[in-house]
């Protein structure tokens, strides 16, 4: 397939190239020159506007950072620019409002569309291992599901318009959460006088066991390999965090949700990300328990 791929950060420049190494011919546009220029070294064809690189392709990808920015690339350069045939995905984490918002736009123009943000970071965007949740009509979810594949070791479909980023709003807003209580869990076992390895013998395989713990353990040389372990330089950024946990607060400002529990991970996070840590783990929340 011809695919435009627009957005190549660190979570797009690596997807474009997984594109390219399935064998699509990648058209790319980023803002970012740098960016740009990596994008053709890793054999994609780029272009310097959105328009010209949405010309004569079967889909558009796109990875941006937040949902205005998606808005207006869609209702600017996309919508009305790319051949009506072409599917669109927006892998980027946004709004749900937005989300179904620019799916109706589009819809609106005779274009299909799906939501499909992403779980997994930088790593698994450049090893082709991401979990896309999708949200989108049947048929759409069809069409996306190969490309999708080609970047991601799971496609899950996860409803209509929207319930793609509704998804991932719930999953991230659980994830603070859980990180939150086994930092919490960690410090207080060893102001207990508890060894904290001895604490997660007996947690990870007791009724405190999480992802946070046996998966991403927030306490250096504990658990398997993690950012803790290399001075919590981000895997996932604590800024990234604060950015879900905000588009959850207000997912649930919209949907009438009580969230106590995400409220409170939110305004901790805001803390952190105010005291200058934005660019570290999203783990090293653990440094001010
Ligand atoms: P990033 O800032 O590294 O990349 C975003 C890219 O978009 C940049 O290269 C920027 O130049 C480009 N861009 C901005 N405005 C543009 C425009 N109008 N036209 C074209 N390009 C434009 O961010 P990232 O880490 O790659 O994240 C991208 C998305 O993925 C975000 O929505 C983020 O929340 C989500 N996400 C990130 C991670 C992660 O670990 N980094 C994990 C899951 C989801």
């Given at each position: 397939?011809?695919?435009?791929?627009?957005?190549?950060?660190?979570?797009?420049?690596?997807?474009?190239?997984?594109?390219?190494?399935?064998?699509?011919?990648?058209?790319?546009?980023?803002?970012?020159?740098?960016?740009?220029?990596?994008?053709?070294?890793?054999?994609?064809?780029?272009?310097?506007?959105?328009?010209?690189?949405?010309?004569?392709?079967?889909?558009?990808?796109?990875?941006?950072?937040?949902?205005?920015?998606?808005?207006?690339?869609?209702?600017?350069?996309?919508?009305?620019?790319?051949?009506?045939?072409?599917l669109?995905?927006?892998?980027?984490?946004?709004?749900?409002?937005?989300?179904?918002?620019?799916?109706?736009?589009?819809?609106?123009?005779?274009?299909?569309?799906?939501?499909?943000?992403?779980?997994?970071?930088?790593?698994?965007?450049?090893?082709?291992?991401?979990?896309?949740m999708?949200?989108?009509?049947?048929?759409?979810?069809?069409?996306?599901?190969?490309?999708?594949?080609?970047m991601?070791?799971?496609?899950?479909h996860?409803?209509?318009?929207?319930?793609?980023?509704?998804?991932?709003?719930?999953?991230?807003?659980?994830?603070?959460?859980?990180?939150?209580?086994?930092?919490?869990?960690?410090?207080?076992?060893?102001?207990?006088?508890?060894?904290?390895?001895?604490?997660?013998?007996?947690?990870?395989?007791?009724?405190?066991?999480?992802?946070?713990?046996?998966?991403?353990?927030?306490?250096?040389?504990?658990?398997?390999?993690?950012?803790?372990?290399?001075?919590?330089?981000?895997?996932?950024?604590?800024?990234?965090?604060?950015?879900?946990?905000?588009?959850?607060?207000?997912?649930?400002?919209?949907?009438?949700?009580?969230?106590?529990?995400?409220?409170?991970?939110?305004?901790?996070?805001?803390?952190?990300?105010?005291?200058g840590?934005?660019?570290?783990?999203?783990?090293a929340?653990?440094?001010?328990?």
């Open positions: 397939m011809i695919i435009a791929f627009i957005g190549l950060g660190n979570m797009g420049g690596g997807m474009a190239v997984n594109l390219v190494k399935a064998g699509h011919r990648v058209r790319a546009f980023d803002l970012a020159p740098e960016a740009l220029a990596r994008a053709a070294q890793n054999g994609c064809a780029t272009f310097t506007n959105v328009r010209e690189a949405v010309q004569g392709v079967d889909a558009v990808v796109s990875m941006l950072p937040n949902g205005a920015i998606v808005d207006s690339v869609y209702a600017g350069d996309v919508i009305g620019h790319a051949p009506v045939s072409a669109l995905l927006d892998c980027s984490t946004i709004d749900v409002a937005t989300a179904k918002q620019v799916c109706g736009a589009a819809a609106a123009g005779g274009y299909a569309m799906v939501d499909a943000p992403v779980s997994g970071g930088i790593a698994a965007a450049n090893a082709g291992t991401l979990t896309f999708v949200g989108g009509e049947d048929p759409d979810f069809a069409r996306a599901e190969p490309i999708l594949k080609a991601g070791k799971a496609v899950i996860a409803g209509g318009a929207g319930a793609g980023q509704a998804a991932k709003v719930c999953n991230n807003m659980l994830l603070g959460i859980h990180m939150l209580g086994t930092c919490e869990a960690f410090a207080m076992a060893g102001r207990l006088g508890l060894d904290p390895q001895k604490f997660y013998d007996i947690a990870s395989v007791s009724s405190g066991q999480n992802w946070s713990m046996t998966s991403y353990c927030p306490l250096p040389g504990v658990g398997p390999k993690s950012p803790a372990d290399n001075d919590y330089a981000a895997g996932f950024a604590a800024a990234l965090m604060l950015k879900d946990l905000k588009l959850a607060m207000d997912a649930a400002q919209t949907a009438g949700s009580k969230v106590p529990m995400g409220a409170r991970a939110a305004e901790l996070y805001a803390d952190f990300v105010a005291q840590q934005g660019g570290m783990d999203f783990s929340i653990i440094t001010t328990l």
